[in-house]
């Protein structure tokens, strides 16, 4: 079965600014997802991510391994839309990965990229 | 392309490849395999074909053909690969292959083969590139022309959307019917672009785009026999040929570009004008309106019409008001301006045209000389010089520019005559 991830994006101040009723509301929304996809057998993993005041990237100069490690402070880009979060899922195709994706309650609090996932066990 | 050269039997090749295609698509699951499969076929049915006779049935013939050519190929890559896929996909293909050449099953092929070229996670352009080349059969080099697109560019373009296609696995089937209404419009969107590049866009060498008009009309009808119970396609194919049969009167005999009020109507092919018109009265007592209906509602109110004066002006005005609603866009409300200052004058189109967001069509070349045009016929002939010089900075080729000029000092003669 083809896998795909499901990468949430959305506004960051989500965390921080939202009452906590609103914040209730959401997480009961994910909640509802989970037991939905879950049934389905569609759900293959998935983690939510702290926010991206959290984040540190790593970067090896020089292109090869070995070169100085530039530690840096922030996310990969600084954008407005940041990834919160992701699932993997497994469907038969695209259209049922876009059908679950869409229910996806950051779907309509922001957008959620699918891409298929690198299967390496078909790789020759 | 009207290439000389190329004769009748080529031309049946072309039109059957798209049904073959569909087929051979559904039978590998894979576009880059059943493509080659299919140029073989091709290939050989025009070395045997002038020799042996063409066959009873060409497209059943170029079907068995290109599947025998699939399978040689399976076959390689399964002994290369033993790849579990590829095994399975020889298995069907050997045991269930289809000899079920039915109308319905072709029906359902080229349904599948352009859901799945028409979908909407593919880019438009990518989208329209794949559909003419897997519909019509247009080579790469034949879409890059036409779209104005350095060939290696367009190659690339097509092999991305391929790509996506396997590794995104975007599915080779109907859509289910709650998916239906999205995925129609993202098929009508490809069908229309093309419709559309053939007869008003700028760009490519002429010939190439009568031969992508053609392809417009035919990919048009394609989607109606498709989906006979949509009107939406009804009145694309409509549009698509009420304007088509306008082409004799577009260029004079140099090649020159005429407008509209100017064109020789004799010179339009009136039953064509008809049969659209037909067919729009049938998709529109569906009662179900959409967009392209009402676009072709206006391409068969001009083409009925005996004069350019004669026009019905206030049922295209209403129609182009309908159309705003349906798909407000910049290029609808000039085209409102234009009908609204031939029923209530110069002022009152300018005033329409006015309200247009200049900075979504200033690079547009018709937004420039349909001002200029209307500023002329109030008297600012500085103003209408002024316009036709911007329409001149965005003439999209050397016809249009031709065109342009003569207007341009025309309007420039007359501003300097006495009044």
Redesign the interface.
């Given at each position: 079965m083809p896998r795909y991830a499901a990468l949430i994006y959305g506004p960051e101040e989500t965390d921080e600014n939202t009452p906590p009723e609103v914040w209730a509301a959401i997480m009961a929304e994910y909640t509802d997802f989970g037991a939905t996809a879950g049934a389905a057998g569609v759900i293959a993993g998935g983690e939510a991510l702290q926010d991206t005041k959290t984040a540190t990237t790593v970067h090896v100069k020089g292109g090869a391994k070995g070169g100085e490690v530039i530690t840096s402070d922030g996310p990969f880009a600084e954008t407005k839309e940041v990834l919160g979060g992701f699932y993997l899922l497994d469907c038969a195709d695209l259209d049922e990965a876009l059908h679950w994706a869409a229910q996806i309650p950051g779907a309509w609090h922001g957008r959620v990229e699918v891409r298929p996932v690198i299967d390496f066990s078909q790789q020759q | 392309m009207t290439d000389p050269l190329i004769g009748p039997l080529e031309q049946m090749t072309r039109h059957e490849g798209g049904r073959v295609l569909a087929t051979l698509v559904r039978l590998t699951g894979d576009i880059t395999i059943a493509e080659d499969a299919v140029q073989d076929a091709v290939v050989e049915a025009l070395r045997r074909w002038p020799r042996d006779g063409v066959p009873a049935n060409p497209a059943a013939w170029l079907t068995t053909v290109a599947r025998n050519r699939a399978l040689d190929v399976l076959r390689r890559e399964a002994r290369r690969?033993t790849?579990?896929?590829d095994a399975r996909l020889l298995d069907e293909l050997t045991t269930a292959f289809g000899e079920d050449t039915s109308d319905s099953m072709v029906r359902d092929d080229l349904l599948r083969l352009l859901f799945t070229c028409c979908?909407p996670?593919l880019a438009l352009d990518a989208r329209v590139a794949l559909a003419l080349r897997t519909l019509c059969g247009m080579s790469t080099a034949e879409i890059a022309l036409v779209f104005l697109v350095p060939e290696p560019t367009m190659g690339q373009r097509i092999s991305r959307a391929k790509k996506k296609i396997a590794?995104?696995?975007?599915?080779y089937r109907i859509?289910a019917d709650h998916?239906l209404p999205d995925r129609v419009t993202a098929v009508l969107a490809v069908v229309h672009a093309v419709v559309t590049a053939g007869h008003h866009s700028p760009a490519g060498p002429l010939d190439a785009r009568i031969d992508l008009a053609v392809e417009g009309v035919r990919l048009a009808l394609l989607l109606h026999s498709l989906m006979p119970d949509e009107p939406e396609c009804a009145g694309l194919a409509a549009l698509a040929m009420a304007v088509h049969a306008r082409r004799d009167g577009r260029l004079d005999a140099a090649g020159e570009v005429v407008l509209l009020p100017a064109q020789d109507r004799t010179r339009w092919h009136h039953d064509e004008i008809a049969a659209a018109a037909a067919l729009l009265d049938r998709a529109v007592a569906r009662h179900r309106p959409g967009q392209y209906q009402v676009q072709a509602a206006v391409a068969c109110l001009h083409g009925l019409a005996p004069t350019y004066a004669d026009t019905d002006w206030a049922q295209i005005v209403s129609l182009y008001a309908t159309l705003e609603r349906f798909a407000p866009t910049p290029v609808v409300s000039v085209n409102r301006a234009v009908a609204v200052a031939e029923l209530e004058g110069a002022a009152a189109g300018l005033a329409v045209l006015d309200t247009v967001d200049v900075a979504a069509v200033e690079r547009w070349h018709l937004f420039w000389s349909t001002r200029g045009e209307l500023l002329h016929r109030l008297g600012r002939s500085h103003d209408a010089v002024a316009a036709f010089d911007r329409a001149l900075g965005c003439a999209p080729n050397d016809s249009d520019r031709r065109f342009l000029l003569r207007r341009r000092s025309d309007l420039a003669g007359e501003g300097r005559q006495p009044a």
């Open positions: - | 690969t790849k579990e896929g979908h996670a590794t995104a696995r975007i599915p859509p998916e």
